[in-house]
């Protein structure tokens, strides 16, 4: 089977790779539009991201689903995404036909900072990256 590809990645943001992570999860298989609704609504709060992995004492939504609305993260998701169907069309892929085979987020690195004014404390600036790729079967391959 033939399959085009096109990607697009972020490294060195600075968001919760926790919070991309289950965004991501929810993303996984999805199509591209349907995908672009999710993240909208969850930027505007409408809808919620449920938390599989990181969620200890964190509030119930409904069904008794636990989650959360991570805005920042939605808009980075929202924006790789834009970028990547970009980068497909550049390719000659056909929007209407995209479907996310593969997306993922990770930790990326972890810098210590030393507070202002001499203070003997040591604040933690954690960074994330995040990558999609985009796929499109080929409907001349696949009957093959």
Known sequence: MNMKTASARIEGVDASYKDLVEISNLLR??????????????????????????NKKMGHRERGIKGRFPKKEARILLKLLNSCVSNAKQRGMDENNLKIIHISANKKAMYYRIQPKGKPFRQRLVLARAEIILGERDVKGAEN
Not at 32 to 53: F, H, N, Q, S, T
């Open 29 to 54: 298989y999805r199509d591209v539009k349907e995908a672009k609704d999710i993240l909208e609504r969850v930027i505007k709060g409408e809808m919620y991201v449920p938390y599989r992995r990181y």
